[in-house]
């Protein structure tokens, strides 16, 4: 596509003068260019939509590491007393 179009991943090292004369730089352009990288990484990686069992199983795996971390020190007491 034209250069101007272009997101700077997309653009060469020889090309990158000419892409930033193509750039809006004034305050509204580089306001409009955080908003949309903004919005971009908020699609990403807080607004997904993809969902599921996946996702439940994660979490609940999580839990049960994080619950499990809670509770060694008393888990490893009540072992060490039934060894005994």
Request: hydrophobic fraction near 40%; glycine fraction near 12%.
């Amino acid at each position: 596509g034209p250069l101007s179009e272009r997101r700077l991943v997309d653009v060469r090292l020889g090309e990158l003068p000419a892409w930033l004369a193509t750039c809006n730089l004034s305050p509204q352009g580089l306001l409009g260019g955080v908003r949309k990288a903004w919005s971009s990484y908020y699609d990403k990686y807080i607004n997904v939509k993809r969902g599921g069992p996946a996702g439940i199983s994660m979490l609940l795996a999580g839990y049960c590491l994080l619950s499990y971390g809670w509770n060694y020190q008393h888990i490893s007491k009540i072992s060490f007393l039934v060894s005994v």
